[in-house]
């Protein structure tokens, strides 16, 4: 089983407190393509532009990623400058330039129509709502979002949730798209809103998972340095879609694994800038830490 993931591919500049690293790859999809390569064959979904560096490319070829889907068309491609504070669950955007993703349509592959799990990573929701709308019967599809799109594109991301199995945001976001503080609370209002699945993501706090029947917490795996978290909640949830459409079983048989092994890719994730560190990783690597993270939180 392949995952099929559209979202954004970017040149991102990072700057910490202790680096500015330029032109990293990044973006949505990149980072979640890269996390689920280690459990299942992807088909991405982006565009950039001819500026696109060729090594990048050939970093998505050696996870295996198909890239079929990916335009490269004339243009500059999307770019995002993102500033950390020393506590780094505070960062600030400096810069966003949209360059070839301003006309972008993603149009879906022949081959990438039959696809059975989809994730419709961080970009426009009127996107992920175009690639819906070439998908034949997917088994199970996932979404993501950011703040931008709450502020506005509202309607298209109301229109969108009434489509996916789950949705998937954060902290801050759940409680902006519900006016609630309380995270079980605004999980049971996005249910309202159609997802059967909804994730709330807590950064180095790991992640709620609500169903209308049960709740589950995932934790993070701990960490004592964290180098660069940009892309971690694209790693959670492209290791945890990877990882699905693999189990044998029912998703709501596999979800909560799912889930604890997109917390262990985020944390690789984090331990270098860009993908830097998550494409040096091996299965070996990511199953070691599921251990360590199983003896952890067993009581
Ligand atoms: P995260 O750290 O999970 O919020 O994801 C960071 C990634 O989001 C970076 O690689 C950016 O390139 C990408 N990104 C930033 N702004 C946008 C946007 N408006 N649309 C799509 N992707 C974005």
């Not at 400058?81 to 669950?89: L, P, S, T």
């Not at 092994?261 to 494409?279: D, I, N, P, Q, R």
Request: with cysteine; glycine share 8%; net charge positive.
């Amino acid at each position: 089983m392949s995952v099929l993931i559209v979202g954004s591919t970017a040149l991102d500049s990072i700057k910490t407190p202790d680096a500015v690293n330029p032109r990293l790859l990044g973006g949505s999809a990149s980072y979640a393509s890269v996390a689920a390569s280690f459990f299942a064959p992807v088909k991405m979904v982006g565009v950039v532009g001819e500026d696109f560096p060729k090594p990048y490319l050939q970093l998505y070829r050696k996870h295996k990623i198909d890239l079929e889907g990916l335009q490269i068309v004339a243009g500059k491609t999307f770019h995002w400058a993102g500033e950390y504070e020393v506590n780094m669950n505070n960062r600030r955007t400096l810069e966003t330039e949209l360059g070839v993703f301003e006309s972008f349509t993603p149009h879906l592959p022949k081959a990438y129509q039959d696809s059975q799990f989809v994730l419709l990573a961080n970009i426009a929701p009127s996107l992920q709502h175009h690639v819906l709308e070439q998908m034949r019967r997917p088994k199970f599809v996932v979404a993501d979002t950011m703040d931008l799109w709450l502020n506005i594109a509202l309607p298209d991301l109301l229109k969108l949730l009434r489509r996916v199995d789950g949705f998937v945001l954060n902290e801050s976001e759940a409680q902006q798209l519900t006016q609630e503080h309380n995270l079980i609370r605004a999980a049971k209002k996005i249910h309202r809103l159609g997802p059967k699945y909804v994730i709330v993501k807590k950064g180095e706090h790991g992640a709620i998972l609500s169903t209308r029947e049960n709740l589950f917490v995932a934790p993070a795996f701990p960490l004592d340095r964290v180098v660069d978290p940009t892309g971690a909640g694209d790693c959670f949830v492209g290791g945890m879609m990877g990882y699905l459409s693999t189990a044998k079983g029912s998703i709501d048989a596999n979800l909560r694994k799912a889930m604890v092994y997109g917390s262990v890719v985020a944390s690789f994730c984090c331990e270098g800038f860009g993908l830097k560190s998550l494409t040096r990783t091996t299965r070996v690597a990511i199953d070691r830490r599921m251990k360590i993270l199983e003896t952890l939180i067993r009581f």
